[in-house]
């Protein structure tokens, strides 16, 4: 800590989630590119998700519980990480993890492999986000900080909380 304070006010502030959801916005000014967001942003988790899913795992993790992969430990590290940055909008992701667990457990039951439905979701959403960031004319926010890819489901779920009037 220096003298003045400020390593503490930089931890602070690299945890105010406040401060994220700024900093995300400022790339996501275009009506287009923030509705494009709103579709890809949670493609892109299901596919993410998806695709760990279809990772292999440790015998350890099976005998803990059949659940238990690759795509849910990442989403329980996430939960974990949304705690931390805010309560409120954490308790808010809950339906929306449990919506990416119930969509990707409907995509591994489709004819196609996991792994290649959700790499084509990956691909399509991500090529979305692209063309809506060459509209805004501002590159992605996670090229500044790889934590904005964590920060885009927060921004999507803490413009509703705006609408609701519920503080985060």
Same mark, same amino acid.
């Given at each position: 800590? %220096?003298?003045?304070?400020?390593?503490?006010?930089?931890?602070? %502030?690299?945890?105010?989630?406040?401060?994220?959801?700024?900093?995300?916005?400022?790339?996501? #000014?275009?009506?287009?590119? #923030?509705?494009?967001?709103?579709?890809?942003?949670?493609?892109?988790?299901?596919?993410?998700?998806?695709? !760990?899913?279809?990772?292999?795992?440790?015998?350890?993790?099976?005998?803990?519980?059949?659940? !238990?992969?690759?795509?849910?430990?990442?989403?329980?590290?996430?939960?974990?990480?949304?705690?931390?940055?805010?309560?409120?909008?954490?308790?808010?992701?809950?339906?929306?993890?449990?919506?990416?667990?119930?969509?990707?457990? @409907?995509?591994?039951? !489709?004819? @196609?492999? !996991? @792994?290649?439905?959700?790499?084509?979701?990956?691909?399509?959403?991500?090529?979305?986000?692209?063309?809506?960031? #060459?509209?805004?004319?501002?590159?992605?926010?996670?090229?500044?900080?790889? #934590?904005?890819?964590?920060?885009?489901?927060?921004?999507?779920?803490?413009?509703?909380? %705006? %609408?609701?009037?519920?503080?985060?």
């Amino acid at each position: 800590m %220096r003298a003045n304070g400020t390593v503490i006010v930089e931890l602070t %502030r690299m945890t105010d989630v406040t401060h994220w959801l700024d900093e995300y916005a400022k790339d996501h #000014q275009h009506p287009v590119n #923030q509705a494009i967001h709103k579709i890809c942003v949670p493609l892109i988790v299901v596919s993410l998700i998806g695709l !760990l899913w279809a990772l292999p795992v440790p015998t350890a993790f099976v005998e803990i519980s059949p659940a !238990l992969n690759w795509g849910t430990a990442f989403l329980l590290a996430a939960v974990v990480y949304y705690f931390i940055l805010s309560i409120p909008l954490a308790f808010g992701m809950l339906p929306a993890v449990l919506l990416s667990v119930v969509a990707v457990n @409907w995509l591994d039951g !489709l004819t @196609w492999p !996991l @792994w290649a439905t959700s790499a084509a979701i990956f691909i399509v959403a991500w090529i979305g986000q692209f063309y809506g960031h #060459q509209i805004e004319g501002k590159r992605p926010a996670f090229f500044r900080d790889l #934590q904005f890819l964590m920060i885009g489901p927060l921004w999507i779920l803490a413009g509703i909380f %705006r %609408r609701l009037r519920i503080p985060y």
